[in-house]
């Protein structure tokens, strides 16, 4: 279903197998994507955001760490979240705020790794 914007929302997990599109193997295992971006890879995920209207629509976005407290999850200029430096005072570790922060929004990221 398109949305005001023009995105569409996305499947929760993946196309269906009858458009022929191949389904993502989707993760909420925020440990291992925490574990992959302090090893410096990028990985790809969908996230929920409130269009004007208060519906909730989803896009996908890039999963980044710069630096230590420096983790970006932003598309086409748009910062859906992300950790940040002044945080590090919060007494929170990095790797739970991540992974706190990675649920409040709903992300999901595509681990190709688990695809068989």
Request: include cysteine; glycine fraction near 8%; charged fraction near 25%.
């Amino acid at each position: 279903m398109s949305t005001s914007s023009g995105l569409r929302d996305a499947p929760e997990r993946g196309s269906s197998p009858e458009s022929g599109v191949p389904r993502y193997p989707l993760s909420r295992d925020y440990s291992k994507l925490y574990s992959l971006i302090c090893r410096g890879f990028r990985a790809a995920a969908f996230v929920d955001y409130v269009l004007n209207d208060q519906q909730v629509a989803r896009d996908i976005c890039s999963v980044r760490r710069r630096d230590a407290f420096q983790i970006s999850i932003a598309a086409r200029g748009i910062e859906y979240g992300g950790i940040f430096r002044f945080q590090q005072s919060d007494g929170i570790g990095e790797a739970d705020l991540f992974c706190k922060h990675c649920e409040a929004i709903n992300l999901e990221w595509i681990d190709c790794a688990s695809h068989g």
